[in-house]
DNA sequence: CTGTAATCCTGCGAGC
DNA sequence: TGCTCGCAGGATTACA
């Protein structure tokens, strides 16, 4: 269903006032930031707030299991952060929709909304913050197990896609390539943004069926997807209004969007009008001319 | 197999 | 000016 230009333009001017989930780019720019604040540094203390994140797992007395660990490695798996102890356990973090996960000094005033504090032997503080509360933290007493259940569940990474085996998945599929690439378990790590700008980088409708694409058409959304992501990274992934890296520093991949949030304005390409409809449940952005459905 | 929609949640702008 | 309303969406689940 195609909205109308009036809802379109309402949509569009709605989209620089949300808050972007962190995608791929987004939690491995929190990753590289954590590392040289976190690795090395044992955890002193621990306080959480009462309110409930999504689906937390937390043995009993993981306070005490936490108090002494050093952090060995923090590793990036899609969307999901593992911050590996020297106990053999891990913290499992997913920022969900608004989460910020920052090492800070400990004198910094505490928002609202911070659910973790974990107090550092150098006097700084590894803090969970997270308004929606669509993001979780949970203690795992085996990094190693954590990381097998998430490589169990979760696909591909986008820089380490089989090809062959990318282009048998795409073209077996009946469902809309924007559904396909929403998947965590075909491709992981993928959002809103990023399934947008790789579809139109592949110069692909977003409600384009799977077995539409031809075979060269699967090899340019691969490679439409690597490069996308690719450079998200190099911008720090994208901040419209919260998301902030690991040590608070914003992104700047915002100012490269060629279609996502740009509903009503011109394409970059062909100066077509950029449309937004609803496919998956989600709004899709896109240049009618250049992404022509097939 | 496919899609749709509800669920969790808060912030914020539009509209009255 | 202050209220209500709708919408944003990642992952999961239920249902058509």
Same mark, same amino acid.
């Given at each position: 269903m195609l909205l109308s230009y009036p809802s379109s333009l309402r949509i569009h001017h709605s989209a620089f006032r949300t808050l972007v989930m962190p995608e791929l780019p987004e939690v491995e720019t929190v990753a590289r930031d954590l590392r040289p604040l976190l690795v090395g540094r044992t955890i002193t203390a621990v306080t959480r707030s009462k309110l409930k994140l999504r689906n937390p797992w937390w043995p009993a007395g993981e306070k005490a299991y936490l108090i002494g660990q050093r952090v060995l490695a923090i590793h990036r798996r899609a969307k999901y952060l593992r911050v590996e102890l020297t106990g053999g356990g891990c913290l499992l973090v997913h920022l969900g929709m608004t989460g910020q996960f920052t090492v800070v000094p400990a004198s910094a005033p505490t928002e609202t909304h911070t659910h973790f504090v974990f107090e550092l032997d150098d006097g700084k503080q590894l803090r969970f913050r997270d308004a929606r509360r669509f993001g979780s933290v949970e203690l795992h007493a085996s990094d190693t197990a954590a990381a097998a259940t998430l490589d169990s569940q979760l696909g591909w990474e986008p820089n380490d896609i089989d090809p062959v085996e990318f282009t048998t998945g795409v073209r077996s599929s009946k469902r809309a390539l924007k559904a396909r690439l929403l998947d965590q378990t075909f /491709?992981?790590?993928?959002g809103n943004i990023y399934a947008d700008e790789s579809l139109f980088r592949a110069k692909i409708?977003?409600? +384009?069926? #799977? /077995?539409?694409?031809?075979i060269a058409g699967c090899d340019v959304l691969r490679i439409a997807i690597q490069q996308v992501i690719a450079k998200a990274i190099e911008s720090r992934g994208s901040t419209i209004r919260d998301y902030v890296g690991g040590s608070g520093l914003r992104g700047g991949f915002q100012h490269e969007f060629? /279609?996502? #949030?740009? +509903?009503g304005e011109a394409c970059v390409s062909c100066a077509t009008t950029i449309q937004v409809i609803r496919v998956a449940g989600r709004s899709s952005h896109f240049c009618p001319k250049c992404q022509r459905k097939k």
């Open positions: /491709v992981a790590g993928i409708h977003p409600e +384009t069926r #799977g /077995v539409k694409v031809s060629a /279609v996502y #949030g740009r +509903t």
